[in-house]
């Protein structure tokens, strides 16, 4: 089924005078790519909300990673946005289910990350110690048929960074056809659960979560959990 201006209005999480936080569907780019095709910024002109110009990407999910989606309303709000991203004041908690899955319960991934080039038109990324800093922490939120069910914070923002670090641990996510099991072909089981920004000095910061799209509720009840039982923040990682 085609999405549509509606779908994406309805999607919407949380809205200011400075913020938008979409729920984004699983399967959809956030921009164009080189071949062109649908793309999330298709539909944003249906997200002025009264403004002049349409919303922009404050940050990126890949495209079939579903989930909390942070857009600016106009050009200071995304000059805002990208300081507190840069400066890492802004909290992103991500639910991934992997194959197998870490020995303990909680840890931390630091393993630097670089794009390496595969041919003029495809490329992947790789843990290298010349490559940019990167951290990921983890927690397990439940195990059971041979998969774990994992929240994470990523403390930076690398391409890629938890489907990589994840991979590069031991535990690849599912239905990652890049970093995960050749075998494995069902959609990628990664979700921006929620967000947490500093939006407003004065105020508290705006925390909002997204529910899990339903294939992933599906696969995480199949080993045993309940979704519906667990903080968006994953119960205080790190």
Known sequence: MSTTAADILARVLYRDALMLVLDKPAGIPVHAGPKGGPNLEHFFDALRFGLPRAPALAHRLDRDTSGCLVLGRHRKALAKL????AAGRIEKTYWALVDGGPRDDAGR???ALRKRSLDKRSW???THPEGQVALTE???LARGNGRAWLALRPRT????QIRVHCAAAGF???GDPVYGRA???GRLMLHAR???VPLYPSRPAIAVAAPPPGDLAAAIRAIGADPADTPADGAAIG
């Open 109 to 111: 991934i630091d393993l």
């Open 194 to 196: 929620a967000v947490t």
């Open 172 to 174: 690849p996510l599912i």
């Open 124 to 126: 992947r990324m790789e």
């Open 157 to 160: 923002g690398r391409t890629h």
């Open 138 to 140: 983890w927690r397990v």
């Open 183 to 185: 075998d494995d072909h």
């Open 82 to 85: 990208g300081r507190l991203f």
